[in-house]
């Protein structure tokens, strides 16, 4: 079997992450980078060594594969391309722009019976995946993502930028559809919001807390999970997971505690993570997940499977992202004299509110 001829399209930061990865898989004939920025293209030459051209449509007839790790907007044009061509795609998240735009990828892609991966890549993280094996149906969950001010994915807001993992890790363990969404959010240093914090209550009753900020002071990626077995928190950073399984006793019955002995009552808060909910920590063998991530999409186009995350899982994620946004845009401020709307917080007739508060004080 003939090695898979592969092409990375995009040699920015995390399309540079991908070529290293590729250039030591001996199952892959990695055939070059395409990227237009000359500065990007020189890097590539002089760290990795590997043919670059300025143009994708140079790499298409010599590749089976490709990876596209460009801008958000460029990801559709060229993933529909490649895929009318028959060209297996893993597509960096978020698959597209628009949901229209999502569509029309997985149909094509369905049609030529071609491979479309989107790069939610901590699906592959081990931490996570020991994590959901440790609860079944969440009632509850809360994810916190921050990072420093990078200067990469600003032609995109935090939401579709760093939540939208999350929001994918979510829909991935909740299988019910989305019931309602409560979201704001804030820019800081440009027109898309950096900071943003969103509600999710789904059909069944399960509910999600979702922070994302890409201008904090530390950088976090913790997820955690409350279910009738009990309590799973995994810092998907650190690679370690915090577990408290609900005793027999307690989980088939709520139980008032306030009606047991004066002396029970003191035990159970002395001993409450000794003796009632065992604290179990545990450290997750460190696995790369863009390596596995990788691994999945070429033995999807050599099994003739499915992968893991598959175009319609990107779109599903788009589809939330898209009614976070929705709400953050709609989330109304008021001052007292004008009211704001949206994540940068703009002013709705202001001069009119202004002037009519102005009467209302003279009268």
Sequence with gaps: MRPLRVGIIGGGHLGRIHTRILKSNSTIDLVGVADPSSEARAQITRDLDLPVCDDYRNLRDRIDAAIIATPTAVHYEIGIDLLNRGIDTLIEKPLCQTLQQADHLIHTADQQQAVLQVGHVERFNPAFEQAVRQLSAPRYIEAQRMSRYTFRSTDIGVVSDLMIHDIDLVASVVASPLLEVRAVGICVFG??????????????????????????????????????????????????????????????????????????????????????????????????????????????????????????????????????????????????????IGPQAEKINLLGNYATASKRRAG
């Design 191 to 340: 027109p898309q919001e950096d900071i943003a914090q969103a509600r999710l209550e789904f059909a069944n009753g399960t509910v999600a807390n979702l922070t994302a900020s890409r201008c904090s002071f530390q950088s976090m990626r913790k997820m955690s999970w409350i279910s009738e077995q009990g309590f799973v928190s995994a810092d998907l950073s650190e690679g370690t997971l915090c577990r408290i399984s609900c005793p027999e006793w307690l989980a088939t019955g709520p139980r008032d505690i306030h009606q047991l002995p004066v002396s029970t009552q003191q035990d159970i808060g002395t001993g409450l993570f000794d003796k009632i909910f065992p604290l179990d920590e545990v450290r997750v063998e460190p696995q790369n997940a863009i390596e596995r991530e990788q691994h999945d999409f070429f033995d999807a186009i050599r099994s003739a499977r499915l992968p893991r995350v598959t175009g319609r899982h990107g779109r599903q994620a788009m589809s939330i992202a898209e009614a976070i946004l929705d709400s953050i845009r709609s989330h109304r401020w008021s001052d007292g004299y004008a009211t704001r």
